[in-house]
């Protein structure tokens, strides 16, 4: 083995695609690109890192709510390009060409483009570590959609795209005897 930096360290962990999380803050919605959340449990629970150097922390803090928004790996390119402009001086949904859609919970939009998306309310924000934690209170997956892959940020600019799924669920099923 090499010895990795430890400030890469987080490339070896990096979560889950990245996401679209959508807020509504008074009049206009907003959307930010996110790479930092992570499942808490099955209620389900999320959570996610944003702070105040980002335009949408605001409207979380403020409304308690938002929709996280999953892209298929064809809206690569916009994703990114929506994570490198803020919110306070650009329309996200006009520029990109993204429909919003009315949610049936909370009032931030769903985004019509991606595979799937959830209405959350906000349940904490521990703002020492300027973490939020979400409960998922709607989910929409639009099942029609031709490209399904997702995409993973690596953390340096880089993303992996999703491959071939494998099915496990046999395994998962059976109480294997000790040791196996």
Not at 11 to 27: A, C, I, K, Q, S
Not at 62 to 72: H, L
Not at 158 to 169: C, E, K, L, M, S
């Amino acid at each position: 083995m090499k010895k990795l930096p430890l400030h890469k360290a987080f490339m070896l962990l990096e979560p889950g695609p990245v996401v679209l999380v959508t807020t509504r803050d008074g009049g206009r919605p907003n959307i930010m690109t996110l790479s930092w959340h992570m499942v808490m449990d099955f209620t389900p629970r999320f959570a996610f890192l944003t702070g105040p150097w980002n335009h949408s922390c605001r409207a979380l803090v403020n409304t308690k709510e938002c929709v996280i928004s999953i892209p298929g790996v064809d809206l690569a390119e916009k994703v990114v390009k929506i994570g490198s402009c803020s919110g306070a001086d650009t329309d996200k949904f006009a520029a990109f060409h993204l429909t919003p859609l009315a949610a049936k919970i909370v009032g931030a939009p769903l985004i019509k483009e991606c595979l799937a998306n959830i209405e959350c309310r906000i349940s904490d924000h521990v703002k020492k570590h300027n973490l939020f934690i979400l409960d998922a209170v709607a989910a929409w997956v639009d099942g029609g959609r031709r490209e399904r892959r997702t995409f993973h940020a690596v953390g340096d600019g880089t993303f992996v795209v999703d491959g071939r799924n494998i099915n496990h669920r046999k395994i998962m099923q059976k109480k294997l005897p000790p040791g196996v």
